[in-house]
């Protein structure tokens, strides 16, 4: 065991240059009631775990997905700290706390979602831990691991190409495919846990035929499912597996965690454009569940060659074509499902449109630059229409910029998601500035600065032309 001259270990050493840098920043934070962008006490979790993250990590790496390297990560809270990890080039305005770990500011870098982006030029992953939805911080973890996986994608693996979001806007809303989706979903689920050999080759018979009726059904769309599958699949795997490696959640919580998030999606009826994408991750996950379960060191034969996910899954386990045995019910109500789902679009618009505030409408006489949308909460609500529930971001000249987080938002666009000739929000009157030919909105989630003329106003609506 290697000792500092003072005799201290040098891990003890850092942990306590660690608990020192803590105890400052959170009495400050405390002191002042916990303001924005000063550190609260959820943030100490994440300060002090973030180096045994990365020790873990880097030793269970190969055992989860062979060949896998591991790369900087940001973990954050909005309008809070963010924490930079293993990263060559900081921004200036960071902290150094440690060797590795840097302390900033979320807003400065304008960090949202659980994603990869670049920082100073570095491909990073970023996972924000302020989220409701987590119960501890090794949830957060998990889904980190699952976004340094899709930078590991990013860095070495061109034949893994992401899915196309505008495609899942017009992702077609069929009664039959809804209704055989399910029960692929099912079946899927089912083989996931089948020990019996005969039984196995049933279900993947029964998995194979549907997927091979839904493509008669939705053609050139199966190949949307394909893409996330091929490049979520993997990712949500990893996580899956980092998450059940930890020996600080009992069995029996790791048992809830795993069916009500890892595998509930494809047992959960989803109708129309429902959680689609989330689907198709959770299918992917459980392919690659089954092929673990059947073959050693199939990751990397899997990311050598150039096939999706799902080809990859067949040519190992080569079902056969047969006749599909489902329950009509699964059509009957399908069709009540579908048509409710496609209705809801409608009722989710209105709903939007008759919220309290001044309605802003900004035309654009040029298309601006689509910088970044959720494309897990966009609802399309016809082919010319989508309704941005999270996070929504736009650019154009002369530091023009729409920013909206946490907040609903539609967009009119032109045939695709990209292209938006209108941005419609609301905001309440006093925070909207038209003065100097541009318009400002300055609100919580909502940032607006751009160049124009204002065409109408009254106590109800605004129309102001973007340049």
């Known amino acids: 065991m290697n000792h500092t001259i003072s005799g201290i270990h040098p891990r003890v050493a850092k942990l306590r240059t660690m608990a020192s840098f803590l105890m400052v920043l959170l009495s400050c934070a405390l002191l002042q009631g916990g303001e924005?962008?000063?550190?609260?006490?959820?943030?100490?979790?994440?300060?002090?775990?973030?180096?045994?993250?990365?020790?873990?990590?880097?030793?269970?790496?190969?055992?989860?997905?062979?060949?896998m390297q591991l790369a900087p990560a940001c973990l954050y809270r909005v309008n809070g700290p963010a924490l930079l990890y293993d990263h060559p080039s900081p921004p200036e305005?960071?902290?150094?706390?440690?060797?590795?770990?840097?302390?900033?500011?979320?807003?400065?870098?304008?960090?949202?979602?659980?994603?990869?982006?670049?920082?100073?030029?570095?491909?990073?992953?970023?996972?924000?831990?302020?989220?409701?939805?987590?119960?501890?911080?090794?949830?957060?973890?998990?889904?980190?691991?699952?976004?340094?996986?899709?930078?590991?994608?990013?860095?070495?693996?061109?034949?893994?190409?992401?899915?196309?979001?505008?495609?899942?806007?017009?992702?077609?809303?069929?009664?039959?495919?809804?209704?055989?989706?399910?029960?692929?979903?099912?079946?899927?689920?089912?083989?996931?846990?089948?020990?019996?050999?005969?039984?196995?080759?049933?279900?993947?018979?029964?998995?194979?035929?549907?997927?091979?009726?839904?493509?008669?059904?939705?053609?050139d769309f199966l190949e949307y499912e394909k893409r996330v599958?091929?490049?979520?699949?993997?990712?949500?795997?990893?996580?899956?597996?980092?998450?059940?490696?930890?020996?600080?959640?009992?069995?029996?919580?790791?048992?809830?965690?795993?069916?009500?998030?890892?595998?509930?999606?494809?047992?959960?009826?989803?109708?129309?454009?429902?959680?689609?994408?989330?689907?198709?991750?959770?299918?992917?996950?459980?392919?690659?569940?089954?092929?673990?379960?059947?073959?050693?060191?199939?990751?990397?034969?899997?990311?050598?060659?150039?096939?999706?996910?799902?080809?990859?899954?067949?040519?190992?386990?080569t079902p056969q074509k047969e006749e599909i045995e489902i329950d009509p019910n699964y059509y009957r109500i399908s069709e009540f499902h579908t048509n409710r789902a496609i209705s809801a679009h409608r009722n989710s618009f209105q709903n939007f449109i008759n919220q309290p505030g001044v309605k802003i409408t900004l035309r654009f006489k040029q298309t601006p630059q689509f910088r970044g949308f959720d494309p897990m909460h966009a609802e399309s609500i016809n082919d010319s229409t989508v309704l941005h529930k999270t996070f929504l971001r736009l650019a154009g000249r002369k530091k023009d910029e729409i920013f909206i987080s946490d907040n609903n938002t539609a967009t009119i666009i032109d045939k695709k998601i990209w292209f938006v000739k209108e941005v419609i929000l609301f905001a309440p009157g006093d925070r909207i500035s038209t003065a100097d030919d541009r318009i400002e909105i300055d609100q919580e989630g909502k940032k607006v600065s751009w160049l124009g003329t204002l065409a109408v106003r009254n106590e109800e609506e605004m129309l102001f032309l973007c340049d």
């Not at 962008?37 to 790496?61: C, G, T």
């Not at 979520?232 to 069995?251: D, K, M």
């Not at 790791?254 to 959680?275: D, I, M, Q, V």
């Open 93 to 219: 305005s960071f902290i150094k706390v440690s060797d590795r770990l840097y302390h900033g500011v979320q807003k400065e870098l304008q960090l949202f979602g659980a994603t990869q982006m670049e920082i100073n030029g570095v491909i990073t992953a970023i996972v924000d831990y302020g989220n409701d939805f987590f119960s501890n911080k090794e949830e957060v973890l998990a889904i980190l691991f699952h976004e340094l996986h899709h930078v590991y994608q990013r860095r070495g693996m061109k034949q893994i190409k992401p899915d196309d979001p505008a495609v899942l806007m017009v992702y077609p809303e069929n009664v039959k495919n809804d209704a055989l989706k399910l029960y692929e979903q099912e079946t899927l689920y089912q083989l996931c846990f089948e020990n019996d050999e005969k039984q196995f080759q049933k279900l993947l018979n029964q998995f194979y035929s549907c997927r091979l009726e839904r493509e008669q059904i939705i053609g």
């Open 229 to 317: 599958e091929n490049i979520e699949g993997p990712a949500f795997y990893c996580e899956y597996r980092y998450y059940n490696q930890s020996p600080s959640i009992s069995e029996a919580l790791k048992s809830n965690y795993n069916e009500k998030y890892f595998f509930a999606p494809l047992t959960t009826p989803y109708y129309g454009r429902n959680n689609l994408r989330g689907r198709h991750l959770a299918s992917g996950m459980a392919m690659c569940f089954i092929l673990d379960s059947y073959y050693l060191h199939w990751q990397k034969e899997y990311y050598a060659q150039d096939l999706p996910l799902y080809d990859f899954f067949i040519s190992r386990f």
């Open 36 to 67: 924005p962008d000063q550190l609260l006490p959820i943030d100490s979790i994440y300060l002090s775990s973030i180096d045994d993250f990365y020790e873990n990590a880097a030793m269970v790496k190969d055992e989860i997905w062979e060949g």
